[in-house]
T-cell receptor
Framework: DVKVTQSSRYLVKRTGEKVFLECVQD?????MFWYRQDPGLGLRLIYF???????EKGDIPEGYSVSREKKERFSLILESASTNQTSMYLC????????????FGPGTRLTVT | KNQVEQSPQSLIILEGKNCTLQ??????????LRWYKQDTGRGPVSLTI?????NTKSNGRYTATLDADTKQSSLHITASQLSDSASYIC????????????FGTGTLLAVQP
């Protein structure tokens, strides 16, 4: 079974802090994605990566950056957390064509106070 | 603008009853359509995925249909169980070079005893 894990299920940070969200997949997938999910808005793509050291902006990249130093790991970074970044963050991975089925991690519920 | 709309927003049914969730999309070009189940506080899990040429696909008590002409899909749940309580998300993949996923906002289903 494909397994996508995220470093934290729940996280509380203060405004202005630098926040790291980690995602690891164990199926040698090339493609990895970061989404945020907010009530009434569905999932929105923040960043994605097709390969190590590659990154592409999604629909809402402002305030975020990413890092992919190893194939299995994709990190989302909030350089200076703000209250409007309070959300559920979901990582996903897939192989080959990105429109193949994406496998999601359990999510990280981030609260910025 | 490519969009995916789901209805109803929420639904309450009694255990053992059937229900049907709707998904209408305006995505073009179209690659495939998938339904995900998301339990509260968890990541989405794939139920079905259908390409243009498929008009029905089943996964246990879940049956998805696709009418590519009218750009509509439905997810039918038979003999509902308490464990079916979740959010059901319709996702459409753009064809062509973008390979982008367009997410619906989901239908929240509550199955009551």
């Amino acid at each position: 079974d494909v397994k996508v894990t995220q470093s934290s299920r729940y996280l509380v940070k203060r405004t202005g802090e630098k926040v790291f969200l980690e995602c690891v997949q164990d199926m040698d997938h090339e493609n990895m994605f970061w989404y945020r999910q907010d009530p009434g808005l569905g999932l929105r793509l923040i960043y994605f990566s097709y390969d190590v050291k590659m990154k592409e902006k999604g629909d809402i990249p402002e305030g975020y950056s990413v890092s992919r130093e190893k194939k299995e790991r994709f990190s989302l970074i909030l350089e200076s957390a703000s209250t409007n970044q309070t959300s559920m963050y979901l990582c996903a991975s897939t192989w080959g064509v990105p429109t193949r089925e994406q496998y999601f991690g359990p999510g990280t519920r981030l609260t910025v106070t | 603008k490519n969009q995916v709309e789901q209805s109803p927003q929420s639904l309450i049914i009694l255990e053992g009853k059937n229900c049907t969730l709707q998904c209408n999309y305006t995505v073009s070009p179209f690659s495939n359509l998938r339904w995900y189940k998301q339990d509260t506080g968890r990541g989405p899990v794939s139920l079905t995925i259908m390409t243009f040429s498929e008009n029905t696909k089943s996964n246990g008590r879940y049956t998805a249909t696709l009418d590519a002409d009218t750009k509509q899909s439905s997810l039918h749940i038979t003999a509902s169980q308490l464990s079916d309580s979740a959010s059901y998300i319709c996702v459409v993949s753009e064809g062509g070079a973008t390979n982008k996923l367009i997410f619906g906002t989901g239908t929240l289903l509550a199955v009551q005893p």
